[in-house]
């Protein structure tokens, strides 16, 4: 497993963009595949987007066009992923997490059960 920290949520209006970033202690993040999820409160937990190694990049259709993720292989680096949030809307309004698995690729895709390591998540609103 590895430490994940993620900072950026805000409070924006609607067609806003924010920069979410996730600081990973432990490896670097070439050695993981990782990902961002999201949940609103009382609903279960939504993939949004995954990079493996290599760099590959899934989104989920609500996102693609949008959300860019992008992630920093340096073995020193401080921040491991980012996520680009760009158009916001309303329902993109949750807390998001980002998550880590060790392995070159991203075999879980956007399944919250694949992953076995998590932040505590950074707020996101975006209101109309």
């Known amino acids: 497993q590895v430490q994940l920290v993620e900072s950026g949520g805000d409070s924006v209006q609607a067609g806003g963009s924010l920069r979410l970033s996730c600081a990973a202690s432990g490896s670097p993040a070439r050695d993981f595949c990782m990902a961002w999820f999201r949940q609103v409160e009382g609903k279960e937990r939504e993939g949004v987007a995954t990079i493996a190694g290599d760099g590959t990049t899934q989104y989920a259709d609500s996102v693609k066009g949008r959300f860019i993720i992008s992630k920093d292989n340096a073995q020193d680096a401080q921040i491991a992923m980012y996520l680009q949030m760009n158009s916001l809307k309303p329902e993109d309004t949750a807390m998001y997490y980002c998550?880590?698995?060790?392995?070159?690729?991203?075999?879980?895709?956007?399944?919250?059960?694949?992953?076995?390591?998590w932040g505590q998540g950074t707020k996101v609103t975006v209101s109309s």
């Open positions: 998550a880590a698995e060790r392995g070159a690729y991203c075999y879980g895709g956007l399944i919250s059960a694949y992953y076995d390591s």
